[in-house]
Nanobody, 124 residues
């Protein structure tokens, strides 16, 4: 599976962006897909995840109520809608696909496939 993340850019504090993670080579339908981010000088952190069916989603506390993860299996694409963006959301955002169990969904080591990353910059 090849993953292509896109949709990043420069936005002002309080703005919105929608990231896309498009898959090729295989269907995403059978994978949990998650978003991670890494800011300069910081470790990669979990942001959001969506299970295969789309009925279960998980978020890190700092983005709850602002970010929404969704998937369109017909388009083989997962989205991350980011609203009310803050400067501290600035990072490179990566999508990843795997089959983690519930207790490991936030661990990057549980994912088999990674996209190349897309830069999100929020100016104050």
């Amino acid at each position: 599976v090849q993953l292509q993340a896109s949709g990043g850019g420069l936005v002002q504090d309080g703005g919105s962006l929608r990231l896309s993670c498009a898959a090729s080579g295989a269907t995403l339908r059978s994978y949990t897909v998650s978003w991670f981010r890494q800011a300069p000088g910081k470790e990669r952190e979990f942001v959001a995840s969506i299970r295969q069916s789309g009925s279960q989603t998980y978020y890190t506390d700092s983005v709850k109520g602002r970010f929404t993860v969704s998937r369109d299996n017909a388009k083989n694409t997962v989205y991350l809608q980011m609203n009310s963006l803050k400067p501290e959301d600035t990072a490179v955002y990566y999508c990843a696909a795997g089959r983690p169990i519930l207790s490991t969904v936030r661990l990057g080591s549980e994912y088999y496939y990674w996209g190349q990353g897309t830069q999100v910059t929020v100016s104050s």
